[in-house]
Structures are given as structure tokens and as C-alpha cells.
């Protein structure tokens, strides 16, 4: 499945990117004295930038609310 890895390596490069305007909006609200914002942009950011390192490794089967969540995938075991 060429495609599913292709969209996931852009949503992973994605979300780094925009973890870099999160790092631009902490210094700037550094420099404004903005310390409230500044710790959620941080945190904003590293929030991305771990999800962008570490979900991509898994693979997730929704099935109504509860998802099933594993590392690789054998579709000839999952319903149709």
C-alpha cells in the first residue's frame, strides 16, 4: 500500500513542520513577556513533534469507539 505510506510520511513531515511555527510563536511570546502562552506553545510543540516520531510506527483498526492499535498488520485476519 504505496499510498498509505506515502500520506503517512507527509502527515509525519507535516506535523514537524508545523511544530516549527509553534517553536517561532514560544520565542516570540518570550520576547512579549507572554510566559502563559509561550508554555502552551511549547507545549503545542512538543506535543507534535513526539507524535510525529512515535504514532507513525502504528497501525490503528477502528471498530466503533474502540480502536485496535498494533505495529504491523495481517489484513487477510480482519473483517471485511
Avoid at 507534535?48 to 487477510?76: N, Q, R
Amino acid at each position: 500500500m504505496v499510498i498509505g505510506r506515502t500520506f503517512i510520511k507527509l502527515l509525519r513531515w507535516g506535523l514537524r513542520f508545523h511544530s516549527v511555527f509553534h517553536v517561532l510563536e514560544f520565542v516570540s511570546a518570550l520576547i512579549e513577556t507572554a510566559y502563559v502562552t509561550a508554555g502552551l506553545a511549547f507545549f503545542a510543540g512538543a506535543i507534535e513533534v513526539l507524535a510525529s516520531f512515535l504514532l507513525p510506527h502504528e497501525h490503528v483498526h477502528f471498530k466503533g469507539l474502540i480502536p485496535t492499535v498494533h505495529e504491523e498488520c495481517d489484513d487477510s485476519d480482519q473483517d471485511p
